[in-house]
């Protein structure tokens, strides 16, 4: 049986990263996005040739689905179920940066409100429905189990996992990113809450932290960004890509982490190191 993975916001950056890897170990993906069609479609189809190249076949589909509404998270949902009938991954990987930049004394509740919609209200209750859909698939499995053979060990055991990704922005304070800051720290508790909660149905919860990776969301800042790193930011002097956030996700994917949950994996070249 292929494993299904959801990934929000995979049409690009980090989360198009995490579904070249998922499909390079051969899941079947869920490519989610919120208007960028062209790079959705531009994605399932690299998704299969990776998997091709592996000598996997894949099944990739892309639903658009704007995760700060509570009908397109349930739709998105509901056409993971249709087209898959399964979910052993979550990845909550969409998110936005801050509408403006504005200074923290300058922001407005109008901005908040639509980041925090995007970055933390999305992923809270994506998980929650997501969380609930991989209980009863796991109830569903153990009573076939029981019906079929008494005793015998499931060869392909079901461990749903659910990934959200944070951010260094978690704990490193920007002024003039202050919701983003908010929403990033919110994401930690959030792991450690769902860790706790679906431990008991066998649903390790983790929280992956990555550093300043390339991608539309930095290009913006990458002069910025290009010399910090060149004058020694982070202990390993370049900037992430997202293949490298995929390979973490990958990682876990695979259960290389089986007795860990509401962990946080960075990824992010050794910033979080405090030095002297
Ligand atoms: P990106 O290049 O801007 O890509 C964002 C992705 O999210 C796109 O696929 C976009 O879809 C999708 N998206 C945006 N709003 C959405 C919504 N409301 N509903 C569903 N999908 C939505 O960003 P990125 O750099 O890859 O960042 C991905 C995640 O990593 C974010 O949560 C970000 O905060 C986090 N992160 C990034 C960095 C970094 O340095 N880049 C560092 C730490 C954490 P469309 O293509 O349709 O617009």
């Given at each position: 049986?292929k494993?299904?993975?959801?990934?929000?916001?995979?049409?690009?950056?980090?989360?198009?990263?995490?579904?070249l890897?998922?499909?390079?170990i051969?899941?079947d993906?869920?490519?989610?996005y919120?208007?960028?069609?062209t790079?959705a479609l531009?994605?399932?189809?690299?998704?299969r040739?990776v998997?091709?190249a592996?000598?996997?076949k894949?099944s990739?589909?892309s639903c658009?689905?704007?995760?700060?509404q509570?009908?397109?998270?349930r739709r998105l949902?509901?056409f993971?179920?249709?087209?898959f009938?399964?979910?052993?991954?979550l990845?909550?990987?969409a998110?936005?940066?801050?509408i403006?930049?504005a200074?923290?004394?300058?922001?407005?509740?109008?901005?908040?409100?639509?980041?925090m919609?995007?970055?933390?209200?999305?992923?809270?209750?994506?998980?929650?429905q997501a969380?609930?859909?991989?209980?009863?698939?796991?109830?569903?499995r153990?009573?076939?189990?029981?019906?079929?053979d008494?005793g015998?060990?499931?060869?392909?055991?079901f461990?749903p996992?659910?990934i959200?990704?944070?951010s260094?922005?978690?704990?490193?304070?920007?002024?003039n990113r202050?919701?983003?800051?908010?929403?990033?720290?919110?994401?930690?508790m959030?792991?450690k809450?769902?860790a706790v909660?679906?431990a008991?149905?066998?649903?390790?919860?983790?929280?992956i932290?990555p550093g300043?990776v390339?991608?539309?969301?930095?290009?913006g800042?990458?002069e910025k960004y290009?010399?910090?790193?060149?004058d020694?930011l982070?202990?390993?002097?370049?900037?992430?890509?997202?293949?490298?956030?995929?390979?973490?996700?990958?990682?876990?994917?695979?259960d290389?982490?089986?007795f860990?949950t509401g962990e946080?994996?960075?990824?992010?070249?050794?910033f979080?190191?405090?030095?002297?």
């Amino acid at each position: 049986m292929k494993r299904v993975a959801l990934i929000t916001g995979a049409s690009r950056g980090i989360g198009r990263g995490i579904a070249l890897e998922l499909a390079r170990i051969g899941f079947d993906l869920v490519v989610n996005y919120a208007g960028n069609q062209t790079a959705a479609l531009q994605t399932v189809g690299d998704c299969r040739e990776v998997a091709r190249a592996e000598g996997r076949k894949i099944s990739a589909e892309s639903c658009q689905a704007d995760v700060g509404q509570a009908a397109d998270r349930r739709r998105l949902l509901e056409f993971a179920k249709e087209k898959f009938g399964r979910l052993d991954l979550l990845v909550n990987n969409a998110g936005i940066t801050s509408i403006g930049r504005a200074d923290i004394l300058e922001a407005t509740e109008e901005n908040f409100d639509r980041l925090m919609a995007v970055n933390l209200k999305g992923p809270y209750f994506l998980t929650q429905q997501a969380a609930k859909w991989m209980i009863e698939q796991a109830a569903a499995r153990r009573s076939s189990a029981n019906e079929n053979d008494a005793g015998a060990a499931d060869p392909e055991p079901f461990r749903p996992k659910i990934i959200t990704i944070s951010s260094i922005s978690a704990y490193a304070v920007s002024t003039n990113r202050g919701d983003y800051c908010l929403a990033k720290a919110a994401l930690g508790m959030l792991t450690k809450l769902y860790a706790v909660r679906l431990a008991e149905y066998g649903i390790n919860v983790y929280e992956i932290c990555p550093g300043i990776v390339a991608s539309d969301m930095t290009a913006g800042v990458k002069e910025k960004y290009d010399k910090l790193i060149a004058d020694g930011l982070t202990p390993i002097r370049r900037w992430g890509v997202p293949e490298d956030v995929g390979k973490a996700v990958a990682a876990i994917a695979q259960d290389a982490l089986p007795f860990s949950t509401g962990e946080v994996i960075n990824v992010d070249g050794g910033f979080h190191l405090r030095r002297l």
